[in-house]
């Protein structure tokens, strides 16, 4: 008989607990990630101290997995019986897949491994009370609904990235994480030990990497594109001795989650440079970096290096079990390459045409010694550059060309671009949010990702093994924002990687969400609740109108247009509110009791160009499309601090021209615009504009400033009916520049005609 495949929640209500109806209440699903297949039973089945639990070896961790986490979490003792019992069955394609039979009298796992049968626990643990995770359940009996759920994974790598290095966290917090991963179904840990602002991985062959290249003199206050920059003047560090990595290690892999070192190369080098000066190409002694971004020490191609690294790997070799070594490859200045006399003569002898091949030389020789071992490399995707080496997989982060390219190619790709996969973006447009890198990713827009690039035909899609979300650390320095800044998001990512497209429905996510909250509180993890805040979108059809919507049910939205806070007492808002002037709209959450989330503040300036016709020669990149080319006439203005959020359109290497058709010939006196300029994010402004109105043209220089914005304000006091925009891009990034050698980006926001 086939499984009914249904979306569904679970909710479990504490006054069932006692209940003696045979009957189950009406229920839904309440699994993250949402299941494959499940069917809701009638009934339900008792857990208290007559229930037992039997199994072979062959489920051994999941079985002790279950029994700790019922016996630690409640009063009741499992007993030596086959309440619960452990099958292995072998028509179970995916070893990852289960089939979870909860029935009245008793509950069934069918796995062909254990750790397909591990993951059948995670779902049986959401179904049970959140008060499990931190033992402070009281009831001797629980009521578990009947329900029937075969599961099985849609990608093979399923991932979470965290790096160490900007800032430390330590072992317990990193088995927490460990945790959260399997808690998720996810089964990849991506550990960033070692980059220029420290290396955090014990190498006992060269002690320096512990005594100067884990310590760096003091660290950035603030944002990297502040101006002057600050500093705390307090040595930063720390490492990771061996056997504390042993016991990572040992920990993830009674979750299912293998550990993937990443030991980066030949770019971000300079803490060990720091540490062992000849390994660049100067020999000079530099310090271990104080700041964030690129720097132009890197490894030198010589020997001596090539030693120092395969040393280091064999020891990252010994206490890594994993497939895979994470070697880098990414944002590699090559100043110091061009301007040493020995890489110039190792280009001409190997034959290679210039740096970006000399890199590929560099890649193909760590592979090929990695793979001696019986290791495989992972890179970002700059290992394309150059010629990709024969048996890498590429970790596509600079959006989804690279993936392209490398499946094309044949070669095995993860996805974590920047648009949906990097968590240390801003996920609210709030003011007090903590500082964050830049960026814009809500929760909605992780959970749309879609990790197979439509570009590539089913052939080509097989080689992309999964997706993972990234955590850089550059602004996060306590565990407690870390968790911020990984949760929810971590759960939106858990179903992209696990649960089939068809299966997915944001809505229905976000109700699980808002029950999942419980078991974070439980678990004492710091989680980002945006879910009751509200957002905001000007229609412009007849009549111009702002609409008012928010992610859960059964609240109203109160607000004002005086500027006053929303209260109980406030205006319902039950349809969009005409603008028919500039106004400031509030607006909050509410329940029958009092206020939900935050104020939504929105300034509307209702200016000559709102509502009117606008087109651009090039659609925004897709990462980055803001509200669209009508985004850039709404009356809002993006956000001061970030880019990336709806109001910022961004274009990556190209010459962009804007047309303005106002509708009829209208007196103009002044046109504002300004360009985002974050270039420790390649956003670079403009050199120079061109502005015309009725055949009379301005060109206007903009000079090379390093503020975050750069505005312009032009006073035609003209009339005319067409206004157009010629911006062209910066051009490549200068070397010495962070992301040197790269298409700079534009990022334009409103555009304000008076």
Known sequence: MPFKKITVCI?????????????????????????????????????????????????????????????????????????????????????????LEILPKSIVIKAKTDQGAFYAIQSLRQLLPAEFENKTLSEAKVLIPCTTIKDEPQFEHRGMHLDVSRHMFSVEFIKKYIDALAMLKMNTFHWHLTDDQGWRIEIKKYPKLQEVAAYRNKTLIGHYSDQPQQFDGKTYGGFYTQEEVQEVVAYAKSRFVTVIPEIELPGHAQAAIAAYPDLGCTGKQIEVATTWGVFEDIFCPKEETFTFLENVLDEVATLFPSTYIHIGGDEAPKTRWKNCEYCQKLIKKEGLKDEHELQSYFIARIEKYLNSKGKQIIGWDEILEGGLAPNATVMSWRGIEGAVEAAKQHHNVIMTPTSHCYFDYYQSENDNEPLAIGGFLPLEKVYGFNPIPEELNDDEAQYILGAQGNIWTEYINTESQLEYMAFPRMLAMSEVVWSKPENKNYSDFVKRVENFHKRLDALDINYANHLYEIEGELLSNDNLSYQLKTLTDGKTIRYTLDSSEPTLQSEIYNQPIPITESVTIKASLFNNEKQLGKVFTQNINHHKAVGKKITINKAPHKSYPGSGAEGLINGISGSDSRYGDKEWLGFWGEDIEIIIDLGEETEI???????????????????????????????????????????????????????????????????????AGNKAWTFIDEIIVN
């Open 669 to 739: 006196n002044s046109i504002e615009t300004r360009f985002y300029n974050g270039q420790g994010q390649w956003i670079y402004a403009p050199n120079e504009i061109e502005i015309e109105i009725e055949n009379e043209v301005e060109k206007m220089q903009i000079p090379n400033a390093t503020e975050k914005l750069i505005s312009i304000k032009f006073e035609p006091n003209v009339s005319g009916r067409y206004i157009t925009f010629k911006i062209p891009n910066y051009g490549i990034i200068p070397e010495g520049k962070q992301g």
């Open 11 to 99: 909710v479990f209500i504490s006054f069932l607990f006692n209940c003696q109806n045979t009957e189950t209440p009406n229920i839904t699903s309440q699994i993250i990630p949402i299941p494959s297949e499940q069917t809701i039973n009638k009934g339900h089945f008792v857990l208290d101290n007559s229930t037992g639990i039997k199994y072979t070896d062959d489920f051994k961790i999941s079985a002790e997995f279950l029994k700790s986490y019922i016996e630690n979490g409640s009063p009741i003792k499992l007993q030596d019986n086959n309440s619960i019992s452990f099958i292995k069955d072998k028509s179970i394609e995916n070893p990852e897949g289960y089939l």
